[in-house]
């Protein structure tokens, strides 16, 4: 199965920026679409973002627009978000999932129903 790893999360004010990366393995990314998504406590897990790895396409949730980027790497087998302009909302444990990309194919990209891979999260804290 696709094993996937988050890091780079940490605590920065707000206005800062932080890069997180998800790291796969077990099968070629590139196989694959990513999304990230993020769970603050006593809230709901919600999309952030998504690529689609076999060609690049992104999509964005509105409060992540203008502010976050999601790149990959196939011939690393990596997943990027770039975070700037972090805002204190933006608190939350954020999670890189995974499925097959033909498979997600047509289907709602930020409904975490839609992902079999999870990485374990990793802490974002934006203080104001």
């Known amino acids: 199965q696709l094993l996937l790893a988050e890091s780079g999360g940490g605590s920065v004010q707000a206005g800062g920026s932080l890069r997180l990366s998800c790291a796969a393995s077990?099968?070629?990314?590139?196989?694959?679409?990513i999304g990230w998504f993020r769970q603050a406590p006593g809230k709901e897990r919600e999309g952030v973002s998504f690529?689609?790895?076999?060609?690049?396409?992104?999509n964005y949730a509105d409060s992540a627009k203008g502010r976050f980027t999601v790149t990959r790497d196939n011939a690393k087998n990596m997943v990027y978000l770039q975070m700037n302009s972090l805002k204190p909302e933006d608190t939350a444990v954020y999670y890189c999932?995974?499925?097959?990309?033909?498979?997600?194919?047509?289907?709602?990209?930020?409904?975490?129903?839609?992902?079999?891979?999870w990485g374990h999260g990793t802490q974002v804290t934006v203080s104001p």
């Open positions: 999932a995974g499925d097959n990309a033909f498979l997600l194919t047509g289907k709602p990209w930020n409904d975490a129903s839609n992902y079999d891979y």
């Open positions: 077990q099968f070629p990314l590139s196989d694959y679409g």
């Open positions: 690529i689609n790895c076999p060609d690049g396409a992104t």
